[in-house]
């Protein structure tokens, strides 16, 4: 499994983009999954970096989390709203593992409390997902130029530049 520290130095550039996008936005990003009728499904989602683990959880019974639940593999997008992408873009693939461990899980509802005051501490997780990260994009526009990084475990980053 792709720890997240591990894809940090292995991805400086795709992981500071997607860094700068998620904190931009409040965390939020959009989630890529398959639907039961092999259907692609965008939904929102505010993946946290915890225990350094990319931490993709949120409340229960909603229908992205069966996707995963049923296919592990996702893509993890950047939201934006700027038709330039001035301030980059990033894109995460990979799978999820459900994991079942209660005192992550505590560790992870009071960290949450103490970031934001949101308190589900005590209460059980329908899914408590990681991800392990399999590749990874960016997107940066220069002057001129499009410049497009690539990831895949073990490779580094390769920059791909257009004109």
Same mark, same amino acid.
């Given at each position: 499994?792709t720890?997240?520290?591990?894809f940090?130095?292995?991805?400086t %550039?795709?992981?500071?983009?997607?860094?700068?996008?998620?904190k931009?936005t409040?965390n939020l990003c959009?989630?890529?999954?398959?639907?039961? +009728?092999g259907?692609?499904?965008?939904?929102p =989602?505010?993946?946290?970096i915890?225990?350094d683990q990319?931490?993709?959880?949120g409340?229960?019974n909603?229908?992205?989390? !069966?996707d995963l639940? %049923? +296919?592990?593999?996702?893509c993890?997008h950047?939201?934006? #709203? +700027?038709t330039? #992408?001035?301030?980059? +873009?990033? !894109?995460?693939f990979g799978?999820?593992?459900?994991l079942?461990?209660?005192?992550v899980?505590?560790r992870?509802?009071? !960290?949450?409390?103490?970031?934001s005051?949101?308190d589900?501490r005590?209460?059980?997780?329908?899914?408590f997902?990681?991800?392990?990260?399999?590749?990874a994009s960016? =997107?940066?526009?220069g002057?001129?130029?499009?410049?497009?990084?690539?990831?895949k475990?073990?490779?580094g980053? %390769?920059?791909v530049? !257009?004109?």
């Open positions: 499994m720890t997240w520290s591990q940090t130095e292995e991805a %550039r795709i992981s500071t983009i997607f860094l700068r996008r998620h931009a409040g959009m989630l890529g999954t398959l639907r039961s +009728d259907f692609p499904r965008i939904s =989602v505010e993946p946290i915890f225990e990319l931490v993709i959880a409340m229960p909603t229908t992205k989390f !069966k639940a %049923r +296919d592990p593999r996702f993890l950047t939201a934006t #709203v +700027d330039n #992408v001035s301030d980059g +873009d990033a !894109k995460l799978r999820v593992t459900d079942a461990d209660r005192a899980h505590e992870f509802a009071q !960290k949450l409390f103490d970031d005051g949101f589900i005590g209460q059980e997780f329908d899914h997902f990681v991800a392990d990260l399999t590749s960016s =997107v940066e526009v002057d001129d130029t499009l410049e497009i990084t690539i990831w475990p073990g490779e980053e %390769r920059v530049t !257009k004109r």
